[in-house]
């Protein structure tokens, strides 16, 4: 009884020290969003960097650097872009998911690292769960180079010749789950025809090995491709997009060539992590569509045979509609393909 008496009386002390520590915790737990609410007012304070998951020069790259010293007089805040490389851009893209969510380190998230490599790696985050779409950004599709000692004219006699010698052709790609690859195995499929593939260290040394005539052919984006084309170093039999493009008028599209619905654009967004501020991400968001509506930053676009979105796409919903139309359209490709990095 006496020892029951004391653990009441005791219970009874208490009692007002838990009182105060839930009350600490119930305040704990709404320091977070007081705190977002301070960081959307304030945000910016200082600089933003934006992380680039591929090497100076890639097309991820050209875009974020195109666009950041607009965007950073947007902010009033420097807009700092930073290469980190490796494992196809999952380097990069863990280390912005697992970054504080206050947007100061967002990254230029791709095909590759959006879409594919879910499939293709094991990965340490979840590409769509832990991020915050926050805007598309310019695409640049992609042409179909073929070396000039082949006997075709045009998209539909490469395609019948590729059939008249199966198994003899090789297509170069640009490394396993890489755009150049999937669109190999795609091309591939819908023409029932049989070549094999050479992996490459990048677009740029296939296209290399085309000129040079060690490869039949490879998908690469136009930009690097146009001098080559002109020069008539390769044939060009289809762009995959939609339409043609202004800086490259005379390439037919893959519809005009007699392969319909073959379209794919080497798409980027920007990507924050998940739980920044809806607020933050507005203010990175506008900033983005300034820049790519600055008429300099156009033009550089255009010059480069990017294709920027139109003002409805310059959207952070955009983003996300088109990353899971991708997803749906890509991951039957690639896991029919049962591609994986070694």
């Given at each position: 009884?006496?020892?029951?008496?004391?653990?009441?009386?005791?219970?009874?002390?208490?009692?007002?020290?838990?009182?105060?520590?839930?009350?600490?915790?119930?305040?704990?737990?709404?320091?977070?969003?007081?705190?977002?609410?301070?960081?959307?007012?304030?945000?910016?304070?200082?600089?933003?960097?934006?992380?680039?998951?591929?090497?100076?020069?890639?097309?991820?790259?050209?875009?974020?650097?195109?666009?950041?010293?607009?965007?950073?007089?947007?902010?009033?805040?420097?807009?700092?872009?930073?290469?980190?490389?490796?494992?196809?851009?999952?380097?990069?893209?863990?280390?912005v998911a697992r970054a504080t969510p206050d947007g100061y380190t967002i990254v230029v998230g791709n095909?590759?690292?959006?879409?594919?490599?879910?499939?293709?790696?094991?990965?340490?985050?979840?590409?769509?769960?832990?991020?915050?779409?926050?805007?598309?950004?310019?695409?640049?599709?992609?042409?179909?180079?073929?070396?000039?000692?082949?006997?075709?004219?045009?998209?539909?006699?490469?395609?019948?010749?590729?059939?008249?010698?199966?198994?003899?052709a090789s297509m170069g790609t640009a490394g396993v789950g890489s755009p150049p690859h999937m669109l190999?195995?795609?091309?591939?499929?819908?023409?029932?025809?049989?070549?094999?593939?050479?992996?490459?260290?990048?677009?740029?040394?296939?296209?290399?090995?085309?000129?040079?005539?060690?490869?039949?052919?490879?998908?690469?984006?136009?930009?690097?491709?146009?001098?080559?084309?002109?020069?008539?170093?390769?044939?060009?039999?289809?762009?995959?997009?939609?339409?043609?493009?202004?800086?490259?008028?005379?390439?037919?599209?893959?519809?005009?060539?007699?392969?319909?619905?073959?379209?794919?654009?080497?798409?980027?967004?920007?990507?924050?992590?998940?739980?920044?501020?809806?607020?933050?991400?507005?203010?990175?968001?506008?900033?983005?569509?300034?820049?790519?509506?600055?008429?300099?930053?156009?033009?550089?676009?255009?010059?480069?045979?990017?294709?920027?979105?139109?003002?409805?796409?310059?959207?952070?919903?955009?983003?996300?509609?088109?990353?899971?139309?991708?997803?749906?359209?890509?991951?039957?490709?690639?896991?029919?393909?049962?591609?994986?990095?070694?």
């Open positions: 009884m006496h020892a029951a008496g004391v653990c009441r009386r005791e219970s009874d002390l208490m009692q007002p020290h838990r009182r105060q520590i839930l009350t600490m915790a119930a305040g704990a737990l709404a320091l977070p969003a007081v705190s977002r609410t301070a960081l959307a007012d304030t945000f910016p304070s200082r600089p933003i960097t934006v992380i680039v998951p591929f090497a100076p020069g890639a097309l991820n790259d050209i875009v974020a650097r195109l666009l950041s010293d607009v965007m950073g007089k947007t902010l009033g805040q420097p807009v700092v872009v930073e290469n980190l490389t490796g494992a196809d851009g999952t380097i990069a893209t863990n280390r095909w590759n690292t959006h879409v594919a490599n879910s499939l293709i790696y094991s990965l340490q985050y979840d590409m769509t769960k832990d991020f915050v779409p926050v805007m598309l950004l310019p695409a640049a599709p992609m042409v179909l180079v073929v070396k000039k000692a082949t006997p075709a004219t045009d998209l539909k006699s490469f395609v019948a010749w590729l059939k008249a010698n199966p198994d003899k190999a195995l795609l091309f591939r499929q819908r023409t029932e025809t049989q070549y094999g593939l050479i992996p490459y260290r990048g677009a740029g040394p296939a296209m290399q090995d085309v000129i040079a005539g060690q490869i039949d052919a490879t998908f690469i984006t136009v930009a690097p491709a146009l001098p080559q084309i002109a020069s008539g170093n390769l044939k060009v039999f289809g762009i995959t997009a939609p339409k043609r493009m202004a800086a490259a008028a005379d390439i037919p599209t893959m519809d005009e060539a007699g392969l319909p619905n073959f379209y794919f654009s080497y798409w980027s967004g920007l990507y924050a992590p998940r739980g920044t501020p809806p607020d933050v991400v507005r203010a990175i968001g506008a900033a983005a569509a300034a820049a790519m509506n600055d008429p300099q930053v156009r033009q550089k676009l255009d010059s480069q045979a990017f294709v920027t979105p139109g003002a409805d796409q310059q959207t952070a919903q955009a983003l996300a509609e088109l990353q899971r139309a991708e997803i749906a359209k890509w991951w039957p490709v690639i896991k029919a393909a049962g591609t994986k990095a070694d």
